[in-house]
């Protein structure tokens, strides 16, 4: 069972890549699109900062002097220590499907076949903008580790997979 959430273990991965300030980790969030598949806003980071210190997963270094100096974050041994066990778990970890459209149309017997239609049309609308922006992720994480890039392609793939079942499900329907 993990004991550290997708917020935890980002942030804990961040900072064991390179010891990190707050306004540091946000760029990092924002520049390989962190937000795009987990929760972790950026007022949440000194938030989450703290609960691992807290932990003894990371540590403050105190900053150098200057105008600008900001306190940096680094991952302890037993930070590095749970950042390697929780990783390598989720890495094998197979989660449940919790879609929601999977509820919707549990409940579409009751309701007009066109209009289930419409829904799903509407889906797959929303399925061709979501992979439209994730074009931009490609060009955001363009420089980025190879693992930011198999996260694009993670949700690539995904996006792929929705479509076609979206596709068969209207043709299964007969509205396709």
């Given at each position: 069972m993990s004991t550290l959430t997708d917020a935890e273990l980002t942030v804990l991965g961040l900072v064991g890549e390179a010891p990190r300030h707050g306004y540091e980790l946000a760029r990092v969030v924002d520049a390989r699109g962190v937000r795009d598949w987990t929760a972790l806003g950026?007022?949440?980071?000194?938030?989450?900062?703290?609960r691992l210190a807290a932990r003894g997963l990371v540590e403050a270094v105190a900053p150098a002097a200057g105008p600008k100096a900001r306190v940096t974050y680094r991952a302890t041994s037993a930070g590095f220590a749970l950042l390697a066990e929780e990783s390598l778990a989720a890495l094998a970890d197979v989660a449940?499907?919790?879609?929601?459209?999977l509820v919707a149309l549990a409940n579409s017997p009751g309701l007009p076949p066109d209009d289930v239609a419409a829904g799903l049309r509407a889906r797959l609308d929303a399925l061709g903008e979501a992979a439209d922006a994730l074009a931009v992720a490609d060009v955001r994480t363009a420089g980025a580790p190879p693992a930011a890039r198999a996260i694009v392609d993670y949700a690539r793939a995904l996006l792929a997979a929705d479509r076609s079942w979206t596709q068969a499900t209207l043709a299964m329907l007969g509205k396709g």
């Open positions: 950026s007022s949440s980071i000194y938030y989450v900062l703290e449940p499907v919790h879609a929601r459209v």
